[in-house]
């Protein structure tokens, strides 16, 4: 089976670092990606680790380690716009893909 | 790329009413998935499908749900009859889903159901 668990809300200043943890349980698995979704609106990509390390893409970076099953999104230089849910997910065998319950960030003035 | 299509964008139906769903991928496109969410379950993985074959729908909740995709540029999700609990927002993505990428999946802006 497969599962993964991160945090249900973090809250975070503006400017400020957050990080936001995952830990899985998938079969046969290819890597973890992260998504964001904002109120009303539809996930969107943000990233995505096949291999150990980190993966920095502007202000967010993603970190994976197979071996402890676990990875993290990092966001810096936070704005109130990062105001989102943010959503880890483990691909697998035949490319299925299963999200994780989401992390409800806010970002404070 | 108009991205992925969805439609309609909201549903109100009355309980015991079929409801389909549909869906457009991005062309070119080999992965297709439908999601559901909801505050109390959060997003589920309902049925996925790869160059237009269903891979796995044992996210699908019951018999009164089923989704075909009879080629590349389009799917759809039926539920039939439908009950309040259905009541969610109905997410279709497509994938390029080539093997050694990213596997980034690209959704539509939903379809809100409320089952009355």
């Known amino acids: 089976g497969q599962s993964l668990e991160q945090p249900s809300e973090v809250t975070a200043v503006e400017g400020a670092i957050v990080q936001i943890n995952c830990t899985y349980q998938t079969s046969g698995f290819y890597g973890l990606s992260w998504y964001q979704q904002h109120d009303g609106g539809a996930p969107t990509f943000l990233s995505y680790n096949a291999l150990d390390g980190l993966e920095e893409t502007g202000r967010f970076s993603s970190f994976l380690s197979r071996s402890d099953s676990y990875g993290y999104l990092l966001l810096q230089e936070l704005q109130m716009k990062d105001s989102a849910s943010y959503f880890c997910?483990?691909?697998?065998?035949?490319?299925?893909?299963?999200f994780g319950a989401g992390t409800r960030l806010f970002v404070k003035a | 790329d108009a991205g992925v299509i969805q439609s309609p964008r909201h549903e109100v139906t009355e309980m015991g009413q079929e409801v389909t769903l549909r869906c457009k991928p991005i062309s070119g496109h080999n992965s297709l998935f439908w999601y559901r969410q909801t505050m109390m379950r959060g997003l589920e993985l309902l049925i996925y499908f790869n160059n237009n074959v269903p891979i796995d729908d044992s996210g699908m909740p019951e018999d009164r749900f089923s989704a075909k995709m009879p080629n590349a540029s389009f799917s759809t999700l039926k539920i039939q009859p439908s009950e309040p609990r259905d009541s969610a927002v109905y997410f279709c993505a497509s994938s390029p889903s080539r093997t050694g990428g990213s596997y980034e999946q690209y959704f539509g802006p939903g379809t809100r159901l409320t089952v009355t």
């Open positions: 997910a483990g691909t697998g065998g035949g490319f299925k893909t299963i």
